[in-house]
T-cell receptor
Framework: EAQVTQNPRYLITVTGKKLTVTCSQN?????MSWYRQDPGLGLRQIYYSMNVEVTDKGDVPEGYKVSRKEKRNFPLILESPSPNQTSLYFC?????????????FGPGTRLTVT | GNSVTQMEGPVTLSEEAFLTINCTYTATGYPSLFWYVQYPGEGLQLLLK?????DKGSNKGFEATYRKETTSFHLEKGSVQVSDSAVYFC????????????FGQGTELSVKP
């Protein structure tokens, strides 16, 4: 089954404790992206990757890191989480870049930073 | 810059009622337009899309027409069901900005039996 998986689905942590949210897709997609969803703001892009070893900032990259060492995986790293990073996070992938391709979303990771 | 504005929710309808969710956009180029749906506890799924002016996207009884003259992409369904209860997101993607989706704030739809 074609899918995007994220882990963990729920995470409660404390300020400053490094964490990683994993994302994996099995569709051989080139393009992967991370979004955060906040009430009243819709989804905003954090980082994206056009292919292995190619990553770039989205609209809200502060406080986040990413890496793309393999085509299927695109982890999101919070080196020192803060309460304003409490949010619902989605990983997405698509066949390629450009505006024409459907993006497939993972189920989401709900992060709470206290 | 590019942006998307949706009508505010929540929208509450009775089963079999007509649905319209308004969406307007601002874009400097020639964007593709999308409607994504998010069912409770799940990620977003593509509902329909249109890639050029006057295109009509349709799926599962939902329709939306890309109107360049009014910069709109309103979502419509003739007869909603309880199973349509979800959050609906209008989005655009500009080829010149890679694969980034720019989302509206989402509109929650609740359909009562």
């Amino acid at each position: 089954e074609a899918q995007v998986t994220q882990n963990p689905r729920y995470l409660i942590t404390v300020t400053g404790k490094k964490l990683t949210v994993t994302c994996s897709q099995n569709m051989n997609h080139e393009y992967m992206s991370w979004y955060r969803q906040d009430p009243g703001l819709g989804l905003r892009q954090i980082y994206y990757s056009m292919n292995v070893e190619v990553t770039d900032k989205g609209d809200v990259p502060e406080g986040y890191k990413v890496s793309r060492k393999e085509k299927r995986n695109f982890p999101l790293i919070l080196e020192s989480p803060s309460p304003n990073q409490t949010s619902l996070y989605f990983c997405a992938s698509s066949l390629s870049t450009g505006g024409l391709y459907e993006q497939y979303f993972g189920p989401g990771t709900r992060l709470t930073v206290t | 810059g590019n942006s998307v504005t949706q009508m505010e929710g929540p929208v509450t309808l009775s089963e079999e009622a007509f649905l319209t969710i308004n969406c307007t956009y601002t874009a400097t180029g020639y964007p593709s337009l999308f409607w994504y749906v998010q069912y409770p506890g799940e990620g977003l799924q593509l509902l329909l899309k249109a890639t050029k002016a006057d295109d009509k996207g349709s799926n599962k009884g939902f329709e939306a027409t890309y109107r360049k003259e009014t910069t709109s992409f309103h979502l419509e369904k003739g007869s909603v069901q309880v199973s349509d209860s979800a959050v609906y997101f209008c989005a655009l993607s500009d080829y010149n900005q890679g694969g980034k989706l720019i989302f509206g704030q989402g509109t929650e739809l609740s359909v009562k039996p």
